[in-house]
Antibody, heavy 120, light 111 residues
Framework: QLVESGGGLVQPGGSLRLSCAASGFTLSGYWMHWVRQAPGKGLVYVSRINGDGTTTSYADSVKGRFTISRDNAENTLYLQMNSLRAEDTAVYYC???????????????WGQGTLVTVSS | QSVLTQPPSASGTPGQRVTISCSGSNSNIGTNSVNWYQQLPGTAPKLLIYTNNQRPSGVPDRFSGSKSGTSASLAISGLQSGDEADYYCVAWDDSLNGDWVFGGGTKLTVL
């Protein structure tokens, strides 16, 4: 199970840190991901991190502003969001990647999502 | 503009069979497997089909997936009102440094 927290209302230019707490499995064995969904829109990929936190990747829209990290001892994934913009307003989901082979993996489970609203 | 192309909407009557298409390219669907997610209103996405045609435990066999070349399809038979949801296809893309790519989603309406 994955449970996100940390969302809320923030002014443009502000910061938030999202958390994704895992239970029932050990986070360290998995790539983890953040996906967001603006109100009434589709799913958009945000970021990923490998099992030991040494490899990360970001969508161009958040590169340089967002930082993904993990604390395997606490079994928790994070997304530090800085310089927030109105277009970052969305529900943010964390998801675990299940890997079978190269090119054959999928996201399961997903968290319930946490809403981030960027507005003055 | 999503990398994977899905129709924005689909519809059917109870008991009917509907299909949702997902079109990509050689670098994503043509090379890698496709996964489908169901998002019921107000809820998080849920895995529906993985690696083109596999159903997780608990997903009814009314749901099936297929892939051919650079396209994939999700079929739902015996349509039920509870199937009304948004459906997304997702695949890994090998271009540049590699990335996950999503379809724009298809809103399924049960008439």
């Amino acid at each position: 199970q994955l449970v996100e927290s940390g969302g809320g209302l923030v002014q443009p230019g502000g910061s938030l840190r999202l958390s994704c707490a895992a239970s029932g499995f050990t986070l360290s064995g998995y790539w983890m991901h953040w996906v967001r969904q603006a109100p009434g829109k589709g799913l958009v990929y945000v970021s990923r991190i490998n099992g030991d936190g040494t490899t990360t990747s970001y969508a161009d829209s958040v590169k340089g502003r967002f930082t993904i990290s993990r604390d395997n001892a606490e079994n928790t994934l994070y997304l530090q969001m800085n310089s927030l913009r109105a277009e970052d307003t969305a529900v943010y989901y964390c998801a675990r990647e299940q890997w079978l082979a190269k090119g054959r993996s999928w996201f399961d489970p997903w968290g319930q999502g946490t809403l981030v609203t960027v507005s003055s | 503009q999503s990398v994977l192309t899905q129709p924005p909407s689909a519809s059917g009557t109870p008991g009917q069979r509907v299909t949702i298409s997902c079109s990509g390219s050689n670098s994503n669907i043509g090379t890698n497997s496709v996964n489908w997610y169901q998002q019921l209103p107000g809820t998080a996405p849920k895995l529906l089909i993985y690696t083109n045609n596999q159903r997780p435990s608990g997903v009814p066999d009314r749901f099936s997936g297929s892939k051919s070349g650079t396209s994939a399809s999700l079929a739902i038979s015996g349509l039920q009102s509870g199937d009304e949801a948004d459906y997304y296809c997702v695949a890994w893309d090998d271009s540049l440094n590699g990335d996950w790519v999503f379809g724009g989603g298809t809103k399924l309406t049960v008439l």
